[in-house]
């Protein structure tokens, strides 16, 4: 089994920073990408940043200059780098991390995290 372990969350104030980490283990074969989405109250689940193995990365026009994806791909570990937060970020964020397992090699699956709480105040 796969299991993606978030943590840096919590509360702070607009204009300050968090770093969120997500480290992936277990049967790991090998990690395509990895990445953070979000999902505030009633709304959708989005994509907030995301990285390949190959250091690509993609980010959410809102989060553009602000975030920074980053990623140690000996550890399968990927972190986040929020600055000048705003309340719209608020929201719960979910480490995804797309990779094959042992047991299924040929195959890429999407594994999630259970998440951790950003509440940035105004």
């Known amino acids: 089994q796969v299991q993606l372990v978030e943590s840096g969350g919590g509360l702070v104030q607009a204009g300050g920073s968090l770093r969120l980490s997500c480290a992936a283990s277990?049967?790991?074969?090998?990690?395509?990408?990895m990445g953070w989405y979000r999902q505030a109250p009633g709304k959708q689940r989005e994509l907030v940043a995301s990285?390949?193995?190959?250091?690509?990365?993609n980010y959410a026009d809102s989060v553009k200059g602000r975030f920074t994806i980053s990623r140690d791909n000996a550890k399968n570990t990927v972190y986040l780098q929020m600055s000048s937060l705003k309340p719209e970020d608020t929201a719960v964020y979910y480490c995804?991390?797309?990779?094959?397992?042992?047991?299924?090699?040929?195959?890429?699956?999407?594994?999630w995290g259970q998440g951790t709480q950003v509440t940035v105040s105004s």
């Open positions: 995804n991390g797309r990779l094959r397992t042992y047991s299924a090699s040929y195959y890429l699956n999407d594994y």
């Open positions: 990285i390949t193995n190959g250091g690509s990365t």
């Open positions: 277990g049967s790991i074969f090998s990690v395509n990408s």
